[in-house]
Each structure stands twice: as C-alpha cells, then as structure tokens.
C-alpha cells in the first residue's frame, strides 16, 4: 500500500484545518467544505441586433422597490420552457447616442434540457421551507430589529478590497465593480420596465475618492470629512428582456443591468459565480456594501445570514434602505482550485417582497442570484464571446 508522504503544512485539508486555528472563528467558516462537481457554463447564441426607436426617456428613478409574490410566481423558474428563457434572456442594448438594439439569443440545443432551472427546495405544509426561520411580518420593513448596519470610514477601508469595488450610479444606486470596464446594478436603477428612467440619458458611475487621497489640492475645510466622488460616463448599458415589458412578480428574477464605462479604471474588482445554494456559502452568509439614502455620502455595509432560496432569488433579512438596490451580493465560495474560500458576486440586491405562502405573509429583502444561465449571459455582455465565459 503506498503511503501520502505529503508534509503536513502541504496538504490541503491539514492547511485549511490549520488556517481555522490561527484565525478568529468569525473570519472562516472552519468546517470543510462540500465540494459541488465542477460547473458546465450554458452557451448562448446570440443573433444580429436589431435597432429600435430611440428612448423617451420619460420614467422615474425608483430607489424603494418593492413587490409581492405568491406560490405561483415563487416557483414559475422551474416550470419555464426553454422557449421562455431563451425570451427573458434577449437583452437590449443602450448607447451614449440614445440609440438602442434588442438582442435576441438562442439556447444552445444540446444544453437547453440540462440547464434548466433547479427546482426549488419545497415548503412545508406550515409554509416554511426547511432551513427557514419562519418569520413574521415585521413593523418596520428593510430593517430588521436593532440596525445591523456599519459605515466605512477611512482612507484605509474605503480603498481597500472589497469595500473599493462599490461606486455609486448617478441616478441614485450602487453598483459593483466586476471588470475594468463594466459595472453591475439593478435594472430598475436605469429603466422602469417600460421605459428608461430620465438620468439614464447621461448615465454616470461615480468612484470614492478620500479627501486625504488629493494631494495639493484646495478644498473647503468640512467637519463630517466625507469622500469625494469621481464621476465616470457610461458608453452603453445592457437589460435583460425578463425585465423590459415583463410581469412585476417574474421581472424582479431579472433586475439587474450591466454597465460598460467609457474607459477602465485602475481598482480591483470582483469576480463573478454562478450562485451556489447557501449550503454551500461560508457560513451560509452572503455580504454587500451600498449607499443607503438615509446616510448620504456614506458606504454602508451589512451581513447577514440567507433565510430562503427560490430558483431565482435569495431571501434574507439584511438590513437595506432605498439607494443600496444594485449592490454586488458576494459571499465568500469554495474555490477548489485554488483551495480556499474566495469572494465572489453571486447576485444583485434588488429591494423588498412580500411573499404569501400557503396562508402566511413574511416579508423579506431580496437579491436577484445569478443561475447559470444568468451567469452565461452576463459574462457574454463582458467578453463578447462564450469562449472566455467557460474560463470563469
């Protein structure tokens, strides 16, 4: 029988054992991880874009969005035909000019009974999944109990990985930062199923800067110090058609948009993933920071842990308030080929659903997560091509 001469310091698990040693308990999940078979990423195939009449422009920034669901619309992600998918998948794109397109894309054939949607983990009788807290209806929505709620402060901190990968939108969101060039937000942060919302027309990402960053520069003495922003144009930004002109409970599956800056920036970004079930999350939390409209001109972060899944969306209880919408949700995966937990954006903070479940109304901040074939799609808006996807 031939023995492992492997050094303990070497091997993998005896290191991710150790590292749980050294560290404080709250900063790795110290229980070794399942390891889910490596991902097959969908292809799309995309056809010519056609043009479109160019935009009014005409609707209303939305930053408290909000919609109620039921079982129908909780578990419709299972039940869509490839048809269906291949519809919300098309995706419009709009231009600097106020021009636009509309992609339409086909599932590859091969792939379209492979990746359908996972179904979601039933409910029991009592209308709680298992694994769910069950909670009621609370008195004060988007926050939870006691404000779970810090704000980023410092040269330190707001320059530092992951804070740094937050920017503001110009109409009022967050977004993330996901490659040199190309940030993710929510859909109705630029268009409100309809139509474009008014700042759309000069779209404008904004980065952090502290004030101690400037150097020679004059500015007025302020006592709160708050960071400056560097505001950066927007070439074109992409919507999927699961949100244009789709019904309110399916098109929150959707809201989400991508965002190609006129030229890259210099600052880390986060990596995308298909989003793994909260099993499989450390500590089955997931983290964003944003800019919530009741601290203006503060990073705002939070935690907490997932209270239920659908097929679409992730439910929890993280403490949010309007301006936060389009924040990158990350949580901290498994990487196995690197041996060890990265942070990865798995889905987009969309805003507030009531959710009526046999009988039981609870209510819950939601993230839109990123499927496969929801990943497939993204990750072709930022390479333009599939080769470069099935990398990542």
Same mark, same amino acid.
């Given at each position: 029988?031939?023995?492992?001469?492997?050094?303990?310091?070497?091997?993998?698990?005896?290191?991710?054992? $150790?590292?749980?040693?050294? $560290?404080?308990?709250?900063?790795?999940?110290?229980? $070794?991880?399942?390891?889910?078979?490596?991902?097959?990423?969908?292809?799309?195939?995309?056809?010519?874009?056609?043009?479109?009449?160019?935009?009014?422009?005409?609707?209303?920034?939305?930053?408290?969005?909000t919609t109620h669901c039921n079982a129908s619309c909780f578990h419709r992600g299972e039940q869509a035909r490839p048809e269906e998918l291949a519809?919300?998948?098309?995706?419009?794109? /709009?231009?600097?000019?106020?021009?636009?397109?509309?992609?339409?894309?086909?599932?590859?054939?091969?792939?379209?009974?492979?990746?359908?949607?996972?179904?979601?983990?039933?409910?029991?009788?009592?209308?709680?999944?298992?694994?769910?807290? #069950?909670?009621?209806?609370?008195?004060?929505? *988007?926050?939870?109990?006691?404000?779970?709620?810090?704000?980023?402060?410092?040269?330190?901190?707001? /320059?530092?990985?992951?804070?740094?990968?937050?920017?503001?939108?110009?109409?009022?969101?967050?977004?993330?930062?996901?490659?040199?060039?190309?940030?993710?937000?929510?859909?109705?942060?630029?268009?409100?199923?309809?139509?474009?919302?008014?700042?759309?027309?000069?779209?404008?990402?904004?980065?952090?800067?502290?004030?101690?960053?400037?150097?020679?520069?004059?500015?007025?003495?302020?006592?709160?110090?708050?960071?400056?922003?560097?505001?950066?144009?927007?070439?074109?930004?992409?919507?999927?058609?699961?949100?244009?002109?789709?019904? /309110?409970?399916?098109?929150?599956?959707?809201?989400?948009?991508?965002?190609?800056?006129?030229?890259?920036?210099?600052?880390?970004?986060?990596?995308?993933?298909?989003?793994?079930?909260? *099993?499989?999350?450390? #500590?089955?939390?997931?983290?964003?920071?944003?800019?919530?409209?009741?601290?203006? #001109?503060?990073?705002?972060?939070?935690?907490?842990?997932?209270?239920?899944?659908?097929?679409? /969306?992730?439910? *929890?209880?993280?403490?949010?308030?309007?301006?936060?919408?389009?924040?990158?949700?990350?949580?901290?995966?498994?990487?196995?080929?690197?041996?060890?937990?990265?942070?990865?954006?798995?889905?987009?903070?969309?805003?507030?659903?009531?959710?009526?479940?046999?009988?039981?109304?609870?209510?819950?901040?939601?993230?839109?997560?990123?499927?496969?074939?929801?990943?497939? *799609?993204?990750?072709?808006?930022?390479?333009?091509?599939?080769?470069?996807?099935?990398?990542?």
């Amino acid at each position: 029988m031939a023995l492992d001469h492997t050094p303990m310091s070497s091997h993998p698990c005896c290191s991710f054992l $150790l590292v749980c040693l050294l $560290l404080p308990l709250s900063w790795v999940s110290c229980v $070794l991880p399942h390891q889910p078979a490596a991902l097959h990423i969908p292809s799309l195939v995309a056809h010519t874009p056609l043009p479109l009449v160019r935009s009014r422009f005409s609707a209303q920034a939305q930053l408290d969005f909000t919609t109620h669901c039921n079982a129908s619309c909780f578990h419709r992600g299972e039940q869509a035909r490839p048809e269906e998918l291949a519809e919300q998948l098309a995706f419009e794109t /709009l231009y600097s000019n106020g021009s636009r397109t509309l992609t339409a894309v086909d599932l590859d054939e091969d792939e379209e009974a492979e990746w359908r949607p996972e179904p979601a983990v039933p409910f029991l009788a009592t209308g709680r999944r298992r694994g769910s807290t #069950g909670r009621r209806r609370r008195q004060k929505r *988007q926050i939870y109990g006691a404000d779970g709620r810090f704000n980023i402060r410092g040269d330190h901190f707001l /320059l530092d990985y992951p804070f740094s990968t937050a920017v503001r939108i110009s109409t009022g969101c967050t977004g993330v930062l996901v490659s040199q060039r190309h940030v993710l937000t929510a859909a109705h942060c630029v268009h409100d199923g309809k139509d474009y919302v008014k700042g759309a027309r000069k779209l404008r990402v904004g980065f952090l800067i502290p004030p101690s960053s400037l150097v020679n520069v004059t500015l007025p003495s302020t006592p709160s110090k708050k960071p400056l922003v560097r505001w950066v144009r927007v070439k074109r930004t992409r919507v999927p058609k699961g949100w244009i002109q789709g019904p /309110l409970e399916v098109s929150m599956d959707y809201d989400y948009a991508l965002l190609e800056l006129r030229w890259p920036h210099r600052r880390p970004f986060m990596r995308m993933a298909v989003a793994p079930s909260a *099993q499989d999350l450390a #500590g089955k939390r997931i983290h964003f920071s944003g800019f919530d409209s009741d601290r203006p #001109g503060e990073l705002v972060y939070r935690f907490c842990p997932v209270e239920d899944e659908s097929n679409d /969306l992730i439910y *929890q209880h993280c403490d949010a308030r309007p301006g936060a919408s389009g924040s990158g949700v990350y949580g901290r995966v498994w990487d196995n080929s690197l041996e060890r937990w990265e942070r990865k954006v798995i889905g987009i903070f969309s805003g507030h659903q009531w959710l009526e479940i046999d009988g039981e109304n609870r209510d819950y901040n939601v993230a839109v997560r990123f499927t496969p074939l929801k990943f497939a *799609q993204i990750c072709y808006w930022v390479h333009g091509n599939q080769v470069d996807c099935s990398k990542d």
